[in-house]
């Protein structure tokens, strides 16, 4: 099955991570990008997540999961390697109504982490829809390569002329021309 893309405004929302390991680490410095209302649960937590845990000042707690500390989450991280587990946490999450992404999982995900570029306010997600990860990663890496850091500059410059400039079609044309022009230079 295919996944619908969307990108979800995090402000407000709570989200737990269960787990410590190199996996989590992963799924906590993606979020990190977008977030910092981010709590763990795990029973050991590598140095380096512990190091990340303290340098963003995130709450955790060193123990097992307990049937309803997903209650309060809007979203839920289950990164250990216990499917037993992850089923069960899947299956809580929905008399919580809180969305829930089982890592290396698809039947316990109720979305998937894509691979993705953030550039400032530029943001591009990438998924094969768990078919090929690796594939998914390439064109990340293709695509990170091919678009300059200067696009947060070009950015907020159409930022600013998006609200100085009346609303209509001339401003579309013009925005569009703009950014038609500076992807153009990508190729030089």
């Given amino acids: 099955m295919a996944y619908f893309p969307a990108f979800i405004k995090l402000d407000n929302k709570k989200i737990l991570i269960v787990g ?3 996996i989590a680490q992963e799924k906590l410095e993606h979020l990190l990008d977008f977030t910092s209302d981010i709590q763990l649960i795990s029973l050991e937590f590598s140095d380096t997540m512990l190091k990340i845990i303290d340098r963003n000042n995130l709450v955790y707690q060193k123990r097992a999961y307990i049937k309803g500390d997903i209650k309060e989450y809007t979203v839920v991280i289950v990164a250990v ?3 037993p587990l992850q089923a069960e946490i899947f299956a809580e ?3 919580y109504n809180c969305l829930c992404n089982a890592v290396d999982s698809v039947d316990y995900c109720d979305f998937i982490f894509p691979s993705y570029i953030k550039k400032d306010d530029l943001t591009i997600a990438v998924s094969t829809s768990g078919s090929s990860p690796a594939m998914a990663k390439r064109i990340r890496m293709y695509l990170e390569d091919t678009i300059p850091d200067s696009v947060g500059d070009f950015l907020q410059e159409m930022k600013k002329l998006r609200s100085t400039l009346p609303k209509g079609k ?3 044309k013009m925005l569009d021309e703009k950014a038609k022009n500076y992807i153009k ?3 030089k």
């Fill in 185 to 187: 230079q990508w190729r």
């Fill in 20 to 22: 410590g390991g190199a």
């Fill in 93 to 95: 999450s929905k008399s």
């Fill in 170 to 172: 001339e401003r579309m």
């Fill in 81 to 83: 390697d216990d499917i």
